[in-house]
């Protein structure tokens, strides 16, 4: 299945939460931090007032609660405008 962002909107892969500390202590999936980080899958095409400065493939930071949880072929996604990615990595 392809998914197509529309406007300013980006479908982005967030990379796997730690499951494992540094002293070897397993952590729970309740107790596990949501990541922050994630992959840009697809973008839309922008607005007329805002150009899109991400594309497929860039690595960024984005806000805790930012997006919307989404899920295409088993694999979990998260959809959110081009202003809640925090940084290009």
Do not use: F, H, W
Request: one cysteine or more.
């Amino acid at each position: 299945m392809t998914c197509t962002p529309l406007a300013d909107r980006v479908l982005i892969e967030p990379t796997a939460a730690e499951t494992k500390t540094v002293g070897g202590i397993i952590i729970p999936d309740t107790a596990k931090e949501k990541p922050l980080r994630g992959t840009v899958m697809a973008v839309g095409r922008g607005t007329k007032d805002e150009e899109m400065i991400l594309k497929p493939g860039d690595v960024v930071l984005y806000g805790k609660y930012a997006g919307t949880e989404i899920e295409l072929d088993n694999e979990k996604y998260l959809i959110m405008r081009q202003s809640d990615v925090l940084a290009i990595l």
